[in-house]
């Protein structure tokens, strides 16, 4: 049975102001499955730093009481999504609403269609004595954005919003979905043209090389106390934004991208063609950074950010596609770092001749490594305390020393490093 938009039950759910319902399915309604406690995820992710969280890999008696007084057991559905749309997107709500995505390929799909599968798996510690009416107050919908109707089309899991709770302890759930796409079918790679996600308490868990077969036009994973962990994406625009739980991507490749997480440690490979920012708080940040400017923008914008901490950053700049010679490959580079009682360790081991940097280096209550390659010309300034080598005998004010690098005299002045710390060293290797 499928309940049409109306006035009625799904209002009782969390389904936000500008999502429109068109068909959803009660928990209770759905396809009885096997009982599985352990999720496919705690056995296929291959990331080598990855530890699969306990609520995917516990067994059963680690998760429930010796008691056989509740209800136990899975359910699925599965909804199909048009691959024509401007949007696809995934939403959750509710505060039962938790779970884990992932992404994989599929040769047994409808031609032009995605397929989302759900799987709900519930633990009634409430003890209503029939899980229907556990599962009622849960709901899998085919939803689409307002007012663009159906050009931004997704699936929502909710619960209720005033979820019950007992003396003993509260009903549990968990949802695992899995978006499929189309299998590659020789040289050509299935483009999204937009994926969102919105899915607060979930991990996203990619496994497989994504980009192996899809590329995405604009990415958005957001997913608050949740990890979001990848072996490797492809997209124009990235946006991957969490909470509390860690960033862990080996390989993105993208246009534009940004990265936030907050309370857990950001890491990975970036490549970006023309700006990249990663901001996070109270965590630590490892990103090794490519920088592959484009002839025709001629430049790239990094910033990197966190807070109490360490920052490690190491960018290798490469020459604009498709220039042939040196006096083509001049481009402005543009890299910020930045912490706040952490260190920053930047090291930029390539660097094209020409090149038109400008890169700053700051901290406070901590030190400041950076390191150039030979290629470097320009200037450079240290504040605060400490240096290990530098060349020439510029002027010194103060705890202030600039001075320049170069080998043609006409490229004096044509990078700009500086480097600051409050309280800490700043260090300089040329």
């Known amino acids: 049975m499928r309940y049409q938009t109306s006035k009625g039950w799904h209002s009782d759910f969390s389904i936000p102001n500008n999502i429109a319902v068109i068909s959803c399915a009660k928990g209770s309604e759905m396809q009885n499955s096997s009982l599985g406690w352990v999720s496919s995820y705690s056995s296929e992710f291959t990331l080598d730093t990855f530890t699969p969280p306990q609520e995917f890999s516990a067994k059963p008696s680690s998760l429930l009481p010796s008691s056989n007084k509740f209800n136990y057991g899975t359910v699925q559905t599965s909804l199909s999504l048009p691959l024509t749309s401007e949007t696809l997107f995934l939403l959750s709500r509710g505060r039962s609403s938790t779970g884990g995505l992932r992404i994989e390929p599929s040769s047994d799909l409808e031609e032009g269609m995605a397929r989302v599968d759900v799987k709900i798996t519930y633990t009634d510690f409430a003890n209503y004595g029939d899980s229907n009416d556990f599962l009622t107050q849960t709901a899998v919908c085919l939803i689409q954005r307002k007012p663009e109707k159906r050009k931004h089309l997704g699936v929502g899991l909710f619960s ?56 995405f036009g604009n990415l958005l994973l957001k997913a608050e106390n949740g990890i979001i962990n990848a072996v490797s994406l492809t997209a124009d625009n990235a946006t991957i934004h969490t909470s509390n739980r860690e960033i862990n991507v080996k390989s993105l490749t993208s246009n534009f991208a940004s990265l936030y997480t907050v309370n857990s440690e950001i890491r990975g490979h970036f490549t970006t063609s023309h700006s990249l920012e990663i901001k996070a708080r109270n965590t630590k940040v490892k990103a090794d950074i490519e920088i592959l400017p484009q002839y025709s923008t001629g430049g790239g914008h990094v910033v990197v950010q966190t807070t109490n901490k360490a920052l490690e950053a190491t960018i290798n700049v490469h020459r604009p596609s498709h220039s042939s010679t040196f006096s083509e490959s001049s481009s402005s580079l543009f890299i910020s770092t930045t912490n706040n009682n952490g260190i920053v360790d930047v090291s930029v081991p390539s660097l094209p001749l020409d090149s038109a940097l400008n890169l700053t280096a700051s901290t406070t209550n901590g030190r400041v490594t950076v390191t150039l390659p030979a290629t470097y010309e320009g200037t450079y300034a240290l504040s605060r305390l400490g240096r290990k080598r530098v060349f020439g005998s510029g002027p010194t004010k103060g705890v202030i020393i600039r001075n320049s690098v170069y080998w043609d005299e006409r490229n004096k002045e044509k990078c700009v490093v500086v480097l600051k710390s409050i309280n800490g060293q700043a260090e300089l290797f040329l």
């Open 160 to 215: 209720l919003r005033d979820w019950p709770t007992s003396s003993y302890r509260r009903s549990q759930l968990s949802y695992d979905v899995t978006l499929v796409l189309p299998e590659s079918r020789g040289p050509s790679i299935l483009r999204l043209n937009a994926f969102e996600t919105d899915l607060p308490n979930f991990h996203h868990l990619f496994s497989q090389p994504l980009d192996e077969f899809v590329t």
